[in-house]
């Protein structure tokens, strides 16, 4: 090389015309030396793929494609609706006290957060009404006594012939009222928790009808309370939290879902990761006009009381199913109306095999595949659309090559 660039520069000072020509010789074959000093050989690109029919194969120096995320298939898929709820208290399983006499408070015996009992005291009233009552009943009591007495004595006149048969009728229509009137005050007195004593003090005790829970307490020592007031919340609310409703707002295109006796899985944000179950025993029968939903009972499992009245749950259910092969819906393509699916066939080296496919059901986000495809095979979920694009591309080159032959 530097004997040509000598010749070069010693060239240019011999101005014949001889010289001339070899001066243009010497400077082309300058220019050729130093373009070939210059030129750095290009390699073959060995990491293209090669193209066969539906298959793409890279070669072994290709270890990773980046982009291209492949998934195995799954068996069997479910859409699962979710719903919005609301835990409220079983209203088959609480009571709303008020007392059925009028009167005033007297005396507080149950709290908020305490455990009663059927028939335990809840407080006590002094009343009138119920001395009234309480008066009736040992009223009765005396008038029955009375008539007993004097129909014993008409049976003994009337055997001995003394009196008619007439007068021996009255009493005993005499003592069958007394004995009427006795029973019903009597009733009276149970049916509001009370005794039948000979006492008249007037003195009411309110009892809670059921085993439950106090919740609220709206009462005060010396309140007056009458049986026709209305007050703005029960005198004492009382329930059973071992068992709890919650009320779901279905879609109404969504009611065929539910039917008395399923099981409908519930979510707490009180409680993440687990799960409660609840059952259906209410459809409302009509539609909410505003909101086109349908009111949904649930009954709802609570023996350790984990679960609050008025908590917000969100509801799961089953709304479709299948057992066949799913894969993710991003999966499928389509080319030429037809549905195809990408399967890497081997990993080292990496191959990629296009397949046909025909769907099943569709859920959102996964789609079911009858055939195609088999247990165990990888599909490829993001990246699928590149390598269609590689196929498609070798597939047009083939086709004008097949053509100018």
């Known amino acids: 090389m530097r004997r040509v660039l000598d010749m070069c520069v010693s060239s240019e000072f011999r101005p014949t015309h001889a010289a001339a020509l070899r001066k243009a010789a010497v400077v082309a074959l300058c220019a050729l030396a130093l373009a070939a000093c210059g030129k750095k050989e290009v390699a073959d690109n060995d990491d293209d793929p090669k193209i066969s029919g539906q298959t793409i194969a890279y070669p072994a120096s290709v270890k990773t494609l980046p982009g ?55 407080a006590m009233l002094t009343s009138p009404d119920y001395g009234l009552a309480q008066a009736d009943a040992r009223k009765a009591a005396a008038d029955s006594a009375v008539a007993a007495k004097s129909l014993a004595r008409q049976r003994e006149l009337y055997d001995a012939g003394i009196i008619a048969q007439k007068d021996f009728e009255q009493a005993q229509a005499d003592s069958a009222r007394a ?16 005794g039948g004593g ?6 009411f005790a309110l009892r809670s009808p059921i085993d439950g829970l106090v919740v609220e307490r709206n009462i005060n020592p010396g ?16 329930t059973d939290p071992t068992t709890l409703w919650a009320q779901l707002d279905a879609a109404e295109a969504d009611l065929g879902l539910f039917k008395p006796g399923i099981d409908v899985e519930l979510h707490s944000a009180a409680y993440p990761g687990e799960a409660f ?3 259906v025993v209410k459809i409302a029968d009509y539609v909410d006009p505003a909101s086109r939903s349908v009111k949904v009972r649930l009954s709802v499992p609570n023996a350790d009381r984990r679960l609050k009245a008025e908590m917000y749950v969100t509801a799961k259910v089953q709304a479709a199913s ?70 498609r591309d070798a597939t047009a080159v083939n086709a004008a090559r097949a053509s100018a032959k």
């Open 179 to 194: 004995a009427a009137d006795t029973q019903r005050t009597q009733a009276a007195l149970r049916m509001y928790g009370a």
């Open 68 to 122: 291209i995320v492949g998934q195995p298939v799954q068996s069997g898929g479910d859409r699962m609706l979710n719903m919005p709820g609301r835990l409220v208290w079983n209203e088959d399983r609480t009571v709303r006290m008020a007392s059925p006499f009028a009167g005033r408070v007297m005396e507080i015996l149950v709290q908020p957060g305490a455990s009663v009992k059927a028939g335990q005291p809840l």
């Open 277 to 279: 179950k609840g059952t």
């Open 198 to 203: 000979d006492a008249v003090n007037q003195r």
């Open 322 to 391: 299948f057992q066949g092969i799913s894969v993710p819906s991003k999966a499928v393509f389509l080319a030429d109306n037809k549905n195809y699916v990408f399967v890497r066939t081997s990993a080292a080296p990496i191959v990629f095999e296009r397949r046909e496919v025909r769907l099943g059901v569709t859920l959102p986000g996964t789609t079911e595949v009858v055939s195609g495809l088999s247990a165990g095979d990888v599909v490829i979920t993001d990246g699928n659309l590149y390598l269609q694009d590689i196929l």
């Open 223 to 238: 309140m007056e309370v009458r049986p026709d007031q209305q007050p703005n919340a029960p005198l004492f609310l009382i």
